[in-house]
């Protein structure tokens, strides 16, 4: 997972590595974020990392704002760049100097994608004094406005973040992983497709509950949990889809020591509803033992061996 801290000099290496600490926190506690300072950087390397921020900037603000962002250079006395603004609506432009390229700064990208700009950046680039802001939100593949000297409100942003771009990747995952249909998580050629890297994406599979919250609202049960042992016997499954969620074509797999037919069925649950499915069990042997019922939609295949696994005891003799 890619991801860049942008910042200011000395005085905002504090608030990066505050950055840092929590993204280990929030998103993936193995990131390795690069540091970049802006004044750390002299000729050529200055004006690629420049660039790169610009365009990472440029990239979440809609065209029809008018604002275009670019970097500038001079070479009197040796090479120094500069932030420039060009507002073509009213044919307007705005450069930010040395100091005044601090108000830029810090700023977080991830995964390709500028997501958190220091507080009164919105107001800085608005020409009209008349845009609420000038930026998409960060729910639209935006950014946020965030204090970075506040630690708190520095602590939610990052939260979100991961919240939101953890939804996006999983969503991408899942997609991928229904267009090459495979049933296990390739996770090198994965993570080279999807322009991240496989450790993020083994901890991501881990959160699939939790980007799919309904896993944990289903429930089974048995309408008799005593069966002979060395003979069939049919049971009736009830399965209970507590969440609001439509789960269409939901397969139920069953293990246990015990011939179960069918061992794995696909069924459609309304909302907030139950469906009952016959099942015909012939136990191996006299005791108590547990069933295991794992529930599976479509699409997570691929993610079968991190969802939560739901044990009924059956007792035979």
């Not at 760049?81 to 073509?88: A, K, L, V, W």
């Not at 969503?171 to 267009?179: D, F, G, I, N, P």
């Not at 002979?228 to 507590?242: C, E, F, P, Y």
């Not at 907030?272 to 108590?288: F, M, W, Y």
């Amino acid at each position: 997972m890619k991801a860049e801290i942008f910042y200011y000099g000395e005085e905002q290496r504090r608030a990066a590595l505050r950055v840092k600490q929590l993204l280990r926190a929030h998103l993936y506690p193995a990131l390795s974020p690069v540091m970049s300072d802006i004044i750390g950087l002299t000729g050529e390397a200055s004006a690629k990392m420049g660039w790169r921020y610009v365009k990472l900037l440029q990239a979440s603000i809609p065209p029809e704002q008018g604002i275009q962002i670019s970097i500038k250079s001079t070479h009197v006395l040796g090479y120094s760049s500069y932030i420039h603004i060009y507002y073509p609506f009213v044919y307007s432009q705005r450069d930010f100097q040395i100091e005044s390229r601090k108000k830029f700064f810090p700023a977080l990208a991830i995964h390709n994608r500028m997501v958190l700009v220091p507080k009164g950046l919105a107001q800085l680039l608005d020409y009209s004094k008349e845009i609420l802001t000038p930026f998409y939100p960060i729910e639209e593949g935006g950014v946020k406005e965030v204090d970075f000297n506040d630690e708190l409100t520095l602590g939610d942003a990052i939260a979100r973040v991961g919240e939101i771009l953890r939804k996006e990747l999983f969503a991408e995952l899942r997609a991928y992983s229904t267009y090459r249909s495979f049933n296990q998580v390739e996770f090198s050629r994965v993570a080279e497709q999807l322009d991240t890297d496989e450790g993020f994406l083994r901890h991501l599979c881990g959160t699939v509950v939790t980007e799919c919250p309904f896993y944990k609202e289903l429930t089974c049960e048995l309408d008799q949990n005593e069966i002979q042992a060395g003979q069939w016997s049919k049971v009736n499954l009830t399965i209970h889809n507590n969440s609001p969620s439509l789960l269409r074509d939901i397969t139920v797999e069953i293990k246990g020591p015990a011939e179960i037919l069918p061992s794995r069925i696909q069924t459609t649950i309304p909302p907030t509803s139950k469906q009952q499915v016959p099942i015909a069990l012939k136990p191996k042997e006299i005791g108590d033992f547990p069933l295991e019922f794992v529930f599976v939609l479509p699409e997570d295949e691929a993610f079968a061996g991190w969802l939560p696994v739901h044990h009924i005891w059956v007792h035979s003799e």
